[in-house]
């Protein structure tokens, strides 16, 4: 069924098409924007292959730089949590999924590092929710090729509703609750693993590290 020149109402079956989606397709209109198009994709390509100049004038190959030196990506995956007290509700599978970014920059209290992270995940209750946090991160000590190290963050839960809202501090009067994770974990290359603890939640997660 052909369409109207709003996309907000449909043609009569025997409405004639407009004049203008009836132009045949050597049409010099057609000629000039695609004649425009390959201009401008002409261009992008030789910008984005353009050699970069160096401060003596010589040229060195472009190079896009996505993070600062030091700076990671991590993405991490946590399939269940495991409470350390009971309650009927609970669910068994929460998927919870977790992109970070991790700087040498921006630290205190001696760490070594900070990250700042986005998850989304299924609380213990089942109900979609999603989390904004950033913690530090202390190097301890060496073990089995890589490195262990410590962890605490800090952030915000949205997610948790009726008849929940009150399992987070202060979700019920904001609508987000307040949440405090330590964690233990090891990083060898761009593979690691660690444990948390968030209330009375007790979780593993596995995760893969991106630099530049």
């Known amino acids: 069924m052909p369409r109207c020149a709003t996309a907000a109402t449909l043609c009569d079956m025997n ?12 049409h ?14 002409s261009s992008a390509a030789l910008a984005g292959a353009a050699p970069a100049q160096a401060q003596d004038g010589a040229q060195t190959p472009a190079h ?4 600062a030196p030091g700076d990671r990506l991590r993405l991490a995956y946590t399939p269940r949590v495991f ?15 977790a992109l970070e970014w991790l700087t ?10 900070t990250h700042f992270g986005i998850s989304l995940f299924d609380n213990s209750y089942g109900q979609f929710s999603q989390s904004a946090y950033a913690g530090l991160e202390w190097d ?3 073990a089995l090729g890589g490195d262990v190290f ?6 915000l839960v949205h997610g948790y509703k009726e008849p929940y809202e009150d399992k987070l501090p202060l979700n019920s009067a904001l609508g987000v609750g307040l949440t405090l994770v330590p964690a233990i974990g090891w990083q060898r290359g761009p593979l690691g693993f660690a444990a948390s603890l968030s209330g009375s939640a007790f979780a593993l997660r596995i995760s893969y590290a991106f630099d530049r």
Do not use: K, M
């Open 15 to 26: 409405e004639p098409v407009s004049r203008a989606h009836s132009r045949p397709v050597g």
């Open 28 to 41: 010099p209109a057609y000629a000039q924007v695609a004649h425009a198009v390959a201009a401008l994709a």
């Open 64 to 67: 896009t730089q996505r993070l």
């Open 83 to 97: 409470h350390v007290t009971h309650d009927a509700d609970y669910v068994d599978w929460n998927h919870i999924v």
């Open 104 to 113: 040498p920059r921006h630290t205190f209290w001696g760490a070594d590092r």
């Open 140 to 142: 301890w000590t060496r």
């Open 150 to 155: 410590l962890s605490l963050s800090a952030g």
